[in-house]
T-cell receptor
Framework: AQKITQTQPGMFVQEKEAVTLDCTYD???????LFWYKQPSSGEMIFLIY??????QNATEGRYSLNFQKARKSANLVISASQLGDSAMYFC????????????FGSGTQLTVLP | DAGVIQSPRHEVTEMGQEVTLRCKPI?????LFWYRQTMMRGLELLIY??????IDDSGMPEDRFSAKMPNASFSTLKIQPSEPRDSAVYFC?????WGGGTEAFFGQGTRLTVV
């Protein structure tokens, strides 16, 4: 079974600063994918970034980067130059490659960007 | 593409009534997922389909819940009879075929309130 742990229920960051949202995972599978989704107050789930377990380089998408440390089983999301619009709930998720195609989600981190 | 479309966006119903939630996945996607989000349990996978066939319904909480996918462009999640503890946000998501994209795209969700 897979498990995702997000230990920070809430985080605050000053506008324009960088922030790291923690995510650790547990799986016995060797092939898997790690995802981050953003859920603003309007409720929709927005895909941010993906990291494959065999990817040698950390994924980046604009201001988002994923700090992937395979040995430590961590996949932290780094948001650079925070903006007020980044205030949202952030979910880390994992999918094991193979027959099971569903995502397993962490409990989320509520990020608040302060002006 | 318009993305994953869910209807209704909000539903308020009385206990005991039948509720049907609807989802139109992204054209060409062959995986469809139904998730439920609550404060207590976070995001839970209820059921997912591949090529219109239910693959894993182990997350469906009770026999009161049923899901169908009569064709590639439409799925329903039905609760009969509904109970107050079914109140949650229900998300539908779809994903492309293997090798055709990694992330699942979510609809905007249906907020269900059972009174």
């Amino acid at each position: 079974a897979q498990k995702i742990t997000q230990t920070q229920p809430g985080m605050f960051v000053q506008e324009k600063e960088a922030v790291t949202l923690d995510c650790t995972y547990d799986t016995s599978d060797q092939s898997y994918g790690l995802f981050w989704y953003k859920q603003p107050s309007s409720g929709e789930m927005i895909f941010l970034i993906y990291q494959g377990s065999y990817d040698e380089q950390n994924a980046t998408e604009g201001r988002y980067s994923l700090n992937f440390q395979k040995a430590r089983k961590s996949a932290n999301l780094v948001i650079s130059a925070s903006q007020l619009g980044d205030s949202a709930m952030y979910f880390c998720a994992m999918r094991v490659t193979g027959s099971a195609r569903q995502l397993t989600f962490g409990s989320g981190t509520q990020l608040t960007v302060l002006p | 593409d318009a993305g994953v479309i869910q209807s209704p966006r909000h539903e308020v119903t009385e206990m005991g009534q039948e509720v049907t939630l609807r989802c139109k996945p992204i054209s060409g996607h062959d995986y469809l997922f139904w998730y439920r989000q609550t404060m207590m349990r976070g995001l839970e996978l209820l059921i997912y389909f591949n090529n219109n066939v239910p693959i894993d319904d182990s997350g469906m909480p009770e026999d009161r819940f049923s899901a169908k996918m009569p064709n590639a462009s439409f799925s329903t999640l039905k609760i009969q009879p509904s109970e107050p503890r079914d109140s949650a946000v229900y998300f539908c998501a779809s994903k492309g075929p293997w090798g055709g994209g990694t992330e699942a795209f979510f609809g905007q969700g249906t907020r269900l309130t059972v009174v």
